[in-house]
């Protein structure tokens, strides 16, 4: 049973370009959130989809977006990249159902180099 | 001042010590978790609670809803331990959770 995966690991973008990061959930979960982590800091939440739908949203711009496929896989785009962008990008998985009773689930990250 | 406050930021000790890392948080809320971060970035979930105390293996994980604080603790600490344990709370009913800055734990043999 895979756990949560996310692609690519690495990216290297320059300023002003548009970024896609992929996440898959683990198998059974159907709520996917994205964390974004600056060097020595903790994560920070960006926004959550369930059902195909942005759930609650954390104070990023509108420059940040996502979408959640059928599938339950989800993506989180980036346009106008800035310097400040540069960051782990973290993906965590879990099921609507169990609240917040379970462990959570994360991907091993996305680390995006902005130029 | 952030919600969830973490202590120590660093922390270096023998191996075999006893670590005890502190997780404060200022708001209401329905559970509270535990996680370690390797390099690299994999963050793995340690503990949820929403109440008392937790034991897996070395690790010791408990919780005073009450002060609003929670502890984690390492007996018989091993290199292998040395990573960054973050502290992230359910606020309320909400969905998303809010994290500590984390503690970075250095275990020399």
């Known amino acids: 049973d895979a756990g949560v995966t996310q692609s690519p690991t690495h990216l290297i973008k320059t300023r002003g370009q548009q970024v896609t990061l992929r996440c898959s959930p683990k198998s059974g979960h159907d709520t996917v959130s994205w964390y974004q982590q600056a060097l020595g800091q903790g994560p920070q939440f960006i926004f959550q989809y369930y059902e195909e739908e942005e759930r609650q949203r954390g104070n990023f711009p509108d420059r940040f977006s996502g979408h959640q496929f059928p599938n339950y896989s989800s993506e989180l785009n980036v346009n106008a990249l800035l310097l400040g962008d540069s960051a782990l990008y973290l993906c965590a998985s879990s099921f609507i159902g169990s609240g917040q009773r379970e462990k959570l689930f994360f991907g091993s990250g996305t680390q995006l180099s902005v130029l | ?109």
Not at chain 2, 71 to 89: E, F, G, K, N, W
Request: glycine residues 10%; positive net charge.
């Open chain 2, 1 to 109: 001042k952030n919600e969830v406050e973490q202590s120590p930021q660093n922390l270096t000790a023998q191996e075999g010590e006893f670590i005890t890392i502190n997780c404060s948080y200022s708001v209401g809320i329905s559970a509270l978790h535990w996680l370690q971060q390797h390099p690299g970035g994999g963050i793995v979930s340690l503990f949820m609670l929403s109440s008392g105390k937790k034991k897996h293996g070395r690790l010791i994980a408990t919780i005073n809803i009450q002060e609003k604080h929670s502890s984690l603790h390492i007996t018989a600490s091993h290199p292998r331990d040395s990573a960054v344990y973050i502290c992230a709370v359910f606020k309320g009913g909400a969905q998303k959770l809010v994290f500590g800055q984390g503690t970075r734990l250095t275990i020399n043999p």
